[in-house]
């Protein structure tokens, strides 16, 4: 159907002629009410994003030199934060000459997952980035 037709018969029905898909060999068109069409997919649009899921990545950071104390409160906000779906990030940062001894952080790194083995699973393994080194860890699949 030819457009001008189209047009004339959707303003003899009071309604508007709305292109749906315009790559389509041929064009295909609607005569409908274009702010209902326009309500229903945005209606769409908030459905499937009500649907996703956002991940949510929390980070605790430390240097080769932090206590096993202050590294213990550490481990404890990752791990609750492991329990309620969350990612953790865990990353040692190097200062000064610090870096010229990287195993004592990957040591640490290990420490850490160790720790917390039994609610997450190493999404990443330890691998240096700049200054910094750091593992990430997701929730572990009950």
Known sequence: MNIDDALRRANNVGLDLV???????????????????????????????????????????LRPKTSDHHQGFKVRDARRWLESGMKVRV??????????????????????AE??????????????EGRSMFMMLTPRKS
């Open 91 to 112: 990353t040692i940062r190097f200062r000064g000459r610090e870096i010229t001894y990287p195993e004592i952080a990957l040591e640490d790194l290990r420490e850490i």
């Open 19 to 61: 292109e749906i898909a315009p790559n389509a060999d041929p064009p295909v068109a609607k005569i409908i009410n274009y702010s209902k069409f326009l309500y229903e997919k945005e209606k769409k649009e908030r459905e499937a994003r009500k649907s996703q899921t956002k991940v949510e990545i929390k980070e605790i950071r």
């Open 115 to 128: 720790e917390l083995n039994d609610v997450s699973e190493i999404e990443q393994a330890p691998n240096m």
